[in-house]
């Protein structure tokens, strides 16, 4: 498996309150993604970095920011969480080939329930 | 923007039927094409994948997907399922000018009843 740790695994929080998930990779790869889980929706591209700085959105990225200060980590902000915002995320790395062919490696998931 | 369709969304079969999982995406152009499968409680990982050459590819635990350009589609079979590849499939596509950013579909629940 890649070296992919998300954090924390499973979090619980009340609306308006500020959540951030963290991203860790071991595998020094350039491109690093944060999904959202829905049942009836797959996965749905909240933001990605291409690199160090480097972020974009995705489509579905109101109510997220993203920051990404070292190679490694990736975080993903919930200003101010909604309900709506009750999901699972996954952090996704590329592979060795980068972004050229678009295989993704994940990690295992953090459950976010905002109450 | 492309979109990815999963026809099926739960799929209920008994061991050793066969099973076909249907994907089409709306992109004209050179695409990469994936299936993921998540097993209850855990993490996506990628079953197969296609780049170019040969339409037919075989991944991991005898499934394989065949990719037809003229009908945009690439569809996941297995021969003869077993209990254990009851999980959530995802096919996702993948284009050329996307900066790596594959888009998925809602996926197909897949229980096997022993």
């Known amino acids: 498996d890649a070296g992919i740790t998300q954090s924390p695994r499973h979090k619980v929080t009340e609306t308006g309150t500020p959540v951030t998930l963290r991203c860790h990779q071991t595998e020094n790869h350039r491109y690093m993604y944060w999904y959202r889980q829905d049942p009836g929706h797959g996965l749905r591209l909240i933001h990605y970095s291409y690199g160090v700085k480097d972020t974009d959105k995705g489509e579905v990225s109101d109510g997220y920011s993203v920051s990404r200060s070292k190679t490694e980590d990736f975080l993903l902000t919930l200003e101010s969480a909604t309900s709506s915002q009750t999901s699972v995320y996954f952090c996704?790395?590329?592979?060795?080939?980068?972004?050229?062919?678009?295989?993704?490696?994940f990690g295992e998931g953090s459950r976010l329930t905002v109450l | 923007a492309q979109s990815v369709s999963q026809h099926n969304h739960h799929v209920i079969l008994s061991e050793a039927a066969s099973l076909e999982l249907g994907c089409n995406y709306s992109y004209g152009g050179t695409v990469n094409l994936f299936w993921y499968v998540q097993y209850p409680g855990q993490h996506l990982q990628l079953l197969l994948k296609y780049f170019s050459g040969d339409p037919l590819v075989k991944g991991i635990k005898g499934f394989e997907a065949e990719f037809i350009k003229s009908k945009f589609s690439f569809n996941l079979r297995k021969p003869s399922v077993q209990w254990s590849d009851t999980a959530e499939y995802f096919c996702?596509?993948?284009?050329?000018?996307?900066?790596?950013?594959?888009?998925f579909g809602d996926g197909t629940t897949l229980t096997v009843k022993p």
């Open positions: 996704a790395i590329s592979g060795p080939t980068g972004a050229l062919t678009g295989e993704l490696f």
């Open positions: 996702a596509v993948k284009i050329n000018t996307n900066a790596g950013k594959s888009t």
